[in-house]
Nanobody, 122 residues
Framework: QVQLVESGGGLVQAGGSLRLSCAAS????????MGWYRQAPGKQRELVAV???????NYADSVKGRFTISRDNAKNTVYLQMTSLKPEDTGVYYC????????????????WGQGTQVTVSS
């Protein structure tokens, strides 16, 4: 009933910038935290950044100072502005959201998008 769709991934050169977007749709009552994770080839999925419903953000040490997470609650959308990209930023980026859906009895669950590829060339 709820879907997360990422967009904005692509191919960029080192030092470049990219902005990812993730829009949630469906029978949404409210969205708590939203975040971005990534998975590089041969590695485990890792947290990149998380932002709460009241706009408090946290970042992985590897991206601090380079990435900025933001959200538009009216649009149920979370963004990840990536600057000064490095080859090690390459991977599939996944959107994640803690969502309360509209149903007879409200249900809170963790949802994932299908991912968007980010490739940074050296």
């Amino acid at each position: 009933q709820v879907q997360l769709v990422e967009s904005g991934g692509g191919l960029v050169q080192a030092g470049g910038s990219l902005r990812l977007s993730c829009a949630a749709s469906g029978s949404i009552f409210s969205i708590n935290a939203m975040g971005w994770y990534r998975q590089a080839p041969g590695k485990q999925r890792e947290l990149v950044a998380v932002i709460t419903s009241n706009y408090s953000a946290n970042y992985a040490d590897s991206v601090k100072g380079r990435f900025t997470i933001s959200r538009d609650n009216a649009k149920n959308t979370v963004y990840l502005q990536m600057t000064s990209l490095k080859p090690e930023d390459t991977g599939v980026y996944y959107c994640n959201a803690d969502i309360v859906i509209v149903t007879i009895m409200p249900d809170e669950s963790d949802y994932w998008g299908q991912g968007t590829q980010v490739t940074v060339s050296s």
